[in-house]
C-alpha cells in the first residue's frame, strides 16, 4: 500500500475520502434512522413559477457539484497525492478505457436489462408478499418533489457517472488489491446501497446493493468502466421512462 501516515499530503487525501464517506455513506445511514431530515420534507412546488425554477436549478447545480467533488475529484486527488500518477495512469486504475466501446456498450445494454428483469422480480416480490405499496419501492416521487421531468432526466443521466468512478472504479481498484476479488465486489455492493439509505425505503437499498454486485462484476470481467456507467446510466433512464409512461396510461 502506497500510504503513509508520515506523509502531509497523504493525510490530506485520507480527510479528504473521508469526507466523502461521511457525507454519502454515513449520513445516509444517519437519515435512515431518522436522526436528520431527509430529502422528503423539501418541496417548491408552491413556490412562484420564476422562483421555482431560479431554485430547481440551483438545486440541480449543487447537487452535481457534489457529487462531482466527492466522488470523482477527491479519488483522483488520491491518485495523485498518494500513488503519484499522472491523468492517463489515473484512467487506466479506473479502468476508464473507451478502446472496444463498442463491446462496452453491448455489455451495458445487457447487464441493464438483467436489472431490470431482477428489479422486477423483487417489486413484484414485495408488493405481493409482502404488500408494500407501490409509492414505497421507488425512490422517483422523492425526486419529483426537487425537480422538473428535465432536469430529473439531466441527474438520473449524469450522476451516476461520478458514482460509477467511485464506488466501481476508485473503491473497487483500492478494496481488490488490499482484499482480492469477492470481498471488493461485496464490500462496494454493500456501500453502494448504503448511500441510498437516504431515501428512507429499504427497497432502495437492496436494490442497489444487488445492482452493486453485478456491476462490479462485469467491470472486473470486461476491465471497462464505462460498462457499468452504460449500464447504469441506461437502467436510470430506462426507469424513469417507464415509470412516467406507466402514469399516462393509467386511467
Known amino acids: 500500500m502506497d500510504f503513509n501516515v508520515k506523509k502531509p499530503t497523504h493525510i490530506i ?3 479528504l475520502i473521508l469526507v466523502t464517506f461521511i457525507l454519502i455513506i454515513i449520513l445516509p445511514i444517519i437519515t435512515f434512522f431518522g436522526f436528520s431530515p431527509s430529502t422528503q420534507s423539501l418541496d417548491y412546488s408552491d413556490l412562484p413559477e420564476s422562483y421555482s425554477l431560479f431554485f430547481e436549478i440551483f438545486v440541480l447545480f449543487f ?3 457534489f457529487v ?3 466522488m470523482v475529484l477527491f479519488p483522483f486527488l488520491w491518485y495523485i497525492l498518494v500513488n503519484d500518477l499522472k491523468f492517463k495512469e489515473i484512467l487506466s486504475k479506473l479502468k476508464l478505457t473507451f478502446e472496444k466501446i463498442e463491446l462496452a456498450f453491448l455489455w451495458g445494454i445487457i447487464t441493464a436489462i438483467l436489472i431490470f428483469l ?3 422480480v423483487i417489486g413484484i416480490i414485495t408488493i405481493v408478499i409482502f404488500k408494500v405499496d407501490t409509492q414505497d419501492i421507488s425512490n422517483i416521487p422523492d425526486l419529483e418533489a426537487l425537480f422538473s421531468p428535465i432536469t430529473l432526466f439531466l441527474l438520473v443521466a449524469i450522476q451516476p457517472v461520478a458514482e460509477e468512478i467511485f464506488f466501481r472504479g476508485f473503491l473497487l481498484d483500492k478494496l481488490h488489491s488490499l482484499a482480492g476479488r469477492n470481498i471488493a465486489i461485496v464490500s ?3 456501500l453502494f446501497g448504503l448511500a441510498h439509505a437516504t431515501y428512507l425505503k429499504v427497497y432502495a437499498i437492496i436494490l442497489p446493493m444487488i ?3 453485478i456491476l462490479a462484476y462485469i467491470v472486473i470481467k470486461t476491465r471497462n468502466l464505462n460498462t457499468a456507467i452504460i449500464a ?6 430506462g426507469s424513469l421512462i417507464l415509470t412516467f409512461l406507466a402514469r399516462s396510461l393509467m386511467p
Request: net charge neutral.
Open 13 to 15: 487525501a485520507l480527510l
Open 63 to 65: 447537487q452535481l457539484v
Open 68 to 70: 462531482i467533488l466527492l
Open 118 to 120: 431482477i428489479s422486477f
Open 188 to 190: 462496494t455492493a454493500i
Open 211 to 213: 445492482m452493486g454486485v
Open 232 to 237: 447504469h446510466v441506461c437502467f436510470n433512464v
